[in-house]
């Protein structure tokens, strides 16, 4: 099985997987790191590595909207101006 599919079998339902790259928190010029991103119907899961069966970070996408970013970014934030809440695995 390539790696899309073994990580659909990890996260059953999963619209889409793949590399993204994520910038950094903190700073306006945080630096830019590639990820395996993981899209369910309900939340957005990210990966240091493609095989990685833990993900790094879990973006609940309940009254998130996406926004187009230059010609190949996107912003997500929340639709009622509240900050973005992430739930971290450590």
Do not use: M
């Amino acid at each position: 099985a390539d790696l899309y599919e073994s990580e659909c079998i990890t996260f059953v339902g999963a619209t889409r997987a793949g590399w993204l790259t994520k910038q950094g928190k903190g700073t306006l010029w945080g630096d830019w790191k590639q990820h395996w991103f993981v899209l369910n119907e309900h939340c957005l899961y990210y990966f240091k590595n493609a095989g990685d069966s833990d993900p790094r970070c879990i973006i609940p996408l309940q009254a998130v909207e996406a926004k187009g970013h230059g010609s190949r970014g996107i912003i997500l934030s929340r639709t009622d101006g509240k900050n973005l809440k992430t739930v971290k695995h450590l």
